[in-house]
T-cell receptor, first 113, second 112 residues
């Protein structure tokens, strides 16, 4: 079965520091991969998605970037964090066919102070 | 447009039915989904419906789709305390099958 590993689970970082959140998947190959952010009291915002290695689509211009160096690895980064980057970051995957059902990881909670 | 909209809160008495509503703007949506998020957790798929259907039932859950009005609803029969969660509506579009857009989520609370 498909599983998604995200780490770290919780992170507290100062403003201006760099960020790297990692997502790896198992039990599938050539998935579509997604980063979503859920800010406190708000909905789920699509940040990036990737249909293959090195292919990244950015949905919202912002302080963050994503990379997909391997088929089953998706990384969310920032060079300098802002207070507004605080939130709950969720990695997700779908297969290439069928109903595009998302499988989510457990999330990484980022607090920027 | 890109919007998927939901009301933010719903309060229901235990044992009653809950109806959570969602509107979307893109007529090219292929699949529409309902996800559930329990406190501090990721999202889990509850059910989904293909855009050529108008109803889908799965045990206590009934999904209704009005494609003309771009309106989706989720009915939970005999609501229980374990149903307390945030419910997200989402759509996947024919024009970009990889892009899945979520609403803001509806927080369902159950009162005794």
């Amino acid at each position: 079965s498909q599983t998604i590993h995200q780490w770290p689970a919780t992170l507290v970082q100062p403003v201006g520091s760099p960020l790297s959140l990692e997502c790896t998947v198992e039990g599938t190959s050539n998935p579509n991969l997604y980063w979503y952010r859920q800010a406190a009291g708000r909905g789920l915002q699509l940040l990036f998605y990737s249909v293959g290695i090195g292919q990244i689509s950015s949905e919202v211009p912002q302080n963050l970037s994503a990379s997909r160096p391997q088929d089953r690895q998706f990384i969310l980064s920032s060079k300098k964090l802002l207070l507004s980057d605080s939130g709950f970051y969720l990695c997700a995957l779908t297969g290439k066919a069928g109903a595009n059902v998302l499988t989510f990881g457990a999330g990484s909670r980022l607090t920027v102070l | 447009g890109e919007d998927v909209e939901q009301s933010l809160f719903l309060s229901v008495r235990e044992g009653d039915s809950s109806v959570i509503n969602c509107t979307y703007t893109d007529s090219s949506s292929t699949y529409l989904y309902w996800y559930k998020q329990e406190p501090g957790a990721g999202l889990q798929l509850l059910t989904y419906i293909f855009s050529n259907m108008d109803m889908k039932q799965d045990q206590r859950l009934t999904v209704l789709l009005n494609k003309k009005d771009k309106h989706l609803s989720l009915r939970i029969a005999d609501t229980q305390t374990g149903d307390s969660a945030i419910y997200f509506c989402a759509e996947s579009r024919y024009s970009s099958a990889s892009k899945i857009i979520f609403g803001s989520g509806t927080r369902l609370s159950i009162r005794p």
